[in-house]
DNA sequence: CCTGATTTGTCACACAACTGTCATGGAACC
DNA sequence: GGTTCCATGACAGTTGTGTGACAAATCAGG
């Protein structure tokens, strides 16, 4: 899944940011201040970063003048000030596209979007999931279990992607019908059914799970 | 020198885009039409494209999704109308960027310098992708298997070199059906008649093939 | 232009794979 | 010991895919 930084200070905007981007299918996390932004970025890299230009203390044109120095990161800034001198000067310090609030959140999207696709030209690396030896590769749509491919149904790797995302956390059977199968109501059995599925493929003792586990009362979790 | 390609219909505001253009230190030409921009852009390759959406006969979307089939050039639309819907409908149709009419021309060079500057990151043309004994060349416009030249047809070779391009990973049909027809809708099994005639031509056993592979539910897949 | 050959897209059918439901029995909890 | 929760096997209905036939569109050559 894609990541999203959002760098901003203002505490309702970066909230609804979120929600939206998380509404959008990303993985988004935000913070206040460039410093936190630098030092987050370079901990766990997003995909993305929506910056804001003004900042308590760094502000935003250092910002990503800084993060620039290392990373190569499509950086979209989002302001209120729609003036020319303010773009040019964001877009010459680095940043990849400036967007004006308030910001359509489709837009937005969309606009990610398309700095994704053209960052992604030539090969990147495919991105998997690896837990113990399991690994779930969403882009090549394979699970490989110690350097074999296991055959899985549509069904059973998005299941497992979901989980994998979620590594050491418990995700409720509830949680999973909305994630995996998108219902909002419906038998949480059919989960079970599926997990157990899952187990036969993915475990070497399907009765004894070491990494797909239950949480009896709470759900399902993988863990290393 | 970095020439742009300008395509917009109503004369004064072309003319005065080439100006402003040629001021801020581009090779600036302009057409009328899509259609031209589309023969113009194949005949000498600018390195930017600016399009207007409202054109007469093909418009701005379709010219995009055309020009994207073969083409990487990045483009920016110039549109009067700041519309959500609209700048969501370019960049998915392959744009790079949007601006509004009226545009500050120091804002719209700072937006291409930022999209070259991305641009170029690892924009190296594969002369040649090889996956196992299969050999795709889309300059030579040839397909080998193990050294012998495999006639395929252009709709077979496009969807082959789409394939090729991102060994391992999985396509969707619809992604196929957009980058290798550009259409947008559409009936996927399209894909699938297609799929088949190539692994006659490309494959040992067709039936079980082991290169041109699909993955039920997600789409087909070249694997090494 | 005209004509025949090739290529392309649509359709329908058959088959295989997958999905969701149910019933049963077992395990964990109190 | 009773209750809740979970695992699993079977099964019928659904969905997804491969393929051959065919007509429309396009191309090549005279």
Redesign the pocket.
Known sequence: MTAVLVIEDDDRIRLALLLALEEEGYRAYGVATAEEGLQRQRADPADNVLVDLMLPGMDGFEYIRQLRRDDDVPIVVVSARDDTHDIVAALEAGADDYVVKPVAIKELSARLRALRRRGRAGTTPVSSHVVGELEVSPEEGEVRRAGRIV?V????FRLLCELAEHVGRVLS?RQLLQRV?GYDT??E??V?????RL??KIEDD??NPRHLV??????YKLQR
């Open positions: 055959p149904t549509r069904t059973e059977r199968w419906g038998d059995r059919l079970d059914v599926h997990v157990g187990r036969q399907p009765a239950t949480l009896r009362g709470l759900g």
